[in-house]
């Protein structure tokens, strides 16, 4: 039988319940510590009336200081504490007062005289309400420190958040430019119906990439449906040229990964080694898991790397720039794609990732990526069905 999550709540998730906890069980704890002090000095039992009043008076002045102290916490340390020992000295002063007062009406035959009373009550009750406000100041610093860490862990996971939507987003008009453009010749062309089934498709794929929130993980099983959504579309204009090959382990299908990070890795392949390429050429996704590691490979059959090419080049413009790599005429990149999958990687998984562009043993581009192995939960919410136009299973080289 399913049981429902218990979440602990922290005990200072309600200050003010936390407050009035703490306020009963310390004085309470005073009250049966002089009470027994009492009984093993063979006081009368009467005597446990001037303990209670005792109790009653501290636990009344308490209150008071905790409103003073609540207003003097958050100023200058100078006016804090200043102020603080002044009203403390105060209370102590009035606490030590009534007790002796007290104390004198209870024994009326006593031959010590009030100020006597007063001097063996003052240390007992400066060390009770001294106690009290230092504790009171601790934990309420204490809370101000959590407060602001779990803030600035809310701003962090904020800015986290917003920079990985701002990587993801900075892809899809990559992708649109390349696509409207085809539409676009397509319709100056007068092919209307290629034309219209491209735009089509197109409104499927973004309706489909709409779906996921930019900063959410997908399977890779959903992912490879959402690619070949797009292989879809980038078919229309290469046809036979553009050949793909998916081998899925069936293992890597429930992997947890961003969202459209291999779009722009296969739009980068066809760009350089199916556009430029009079018989096209062969793309190859590959993706399995490796103990705790998913690993996804993306390789080509076109004509790889400039040789004495910088790897860092790969990552901006100086890539785009380099005259000796082979491109389609015409052809126009933004230099992003490459450093934005870099930068998703780095800020998703900090080290615990890998990605590498390097020209494969028998020609081509071969990217790989290794991720943290993290399978899908067993219980979900109802997703997004899958696009009508993609449905076939993964089996291991299934060609596309």
Not at 28 to 52: E, T, Y
Not at 155 to 182: C, D
Not at 259 to 283: M, T
Request: charged residues 15%; contains cysteine.
């Amino acid at each position: 039988m399913a049981m429902l999550p218990l979440r602990p709540t922290p005990f200072f998730g309600n200050k003010n319940r936390a407050f009035w906890r703490l306020q009963f069980l310390g004085w309470g704890g005073a009250l049966l510590l002089r009470a027994m002090s009492s009984l093993a000095n063979a006081v009368p039992l009467s005597f446990l009336v001037i303990v209670i009043i005792a109790t009653i008076t501290g636990f009344s002045l308490s209150l008071i200081l905790s409103v003073i102290y609540r207003a003097l916490i958050n100023r200058r340390a100078l006016v804090t504490w200043g102020v603080t020992a002044v009203v403390l000295a105060i209370a102590v002063g009035l606490y030590a007062f009534i007790d002796s007062w007290v104390v004198s009406l209870y024994r009326t035959n006593a031959e010590s005289s009030f100020a006597q009373l007063f001097l063996g009550v003052f240390y007992l009750d400066l060390t009770l309400l001294g106690a009290w406000s230092a504790l009171y100041y601790a934990i309420n610093f204490y809370i101000q420190v959590e407060e602001q860490n779990d803030q600035l862990l809310q701003l962090e996971n904020q800015a986290t958040s917003a920079q990985l939507a701002m990587l993801r987003y900075q892809l899809n008009p990559h992708f649109l430019f390349n696509t409207l453009n085809s539409i676009s010749t397509l319709v100056l062309l007068k092919q209307t119906e290629p034309a219209n089934a491209m735009l089509s498709r197109l409104s499927a794929f973004l309706r489909y990439t709409l779906i996921n929130e930019p900063t959410a993980r997908v399977t890779v099983a959903q992912e490879i449906e959402t690619l070949k959504l797009y292989l879809d579309i980038e078919r229309m204009r290469f046809e036979e040229r553009l050949r793909t090959r998916f081998d899925i382990e069936p293992e890597a299908c429930d992997a947890l990964m961003p969202s459209l990070l291999l779009q722009p890795l296969v739009e980068n392949a066809i760009k350089y080694a199916v556009s430029p390429l009079e018989e096209g050429a062969e793309i190859t996704i590959h993706a399995d898991v490796i103990g705790t590691v998913l690993r996804i490979v993306i390789s080509d059959t076109g004509p790889g790397l400039p040789p004495g090419i910088d790897p860092a080049d790969l990552f901006g413009a100086n890539f785009d720039a380099n005259p000796s790599f082979p491109r389609a005429p015409g052809a126009v990149s933004t230099g992003v794609g490459l450093a934005n999958i870099r930068d998703r990687l780095g800020q998703a998984y900090g080290e615990s990732q890998r990605f590498d562009i390097m020209t494969g043993p028998e020609g081509g581009a071969v990217v790989t990526i290794e991720l943290p192995f993290e399978a899908r939960p067993a219980v979900q919410p109802a997703s997004a069905p899958a696009p009508r136009s993609v449905q076939q299973p993964l089996n291991p080289a299934v060609a596309g």
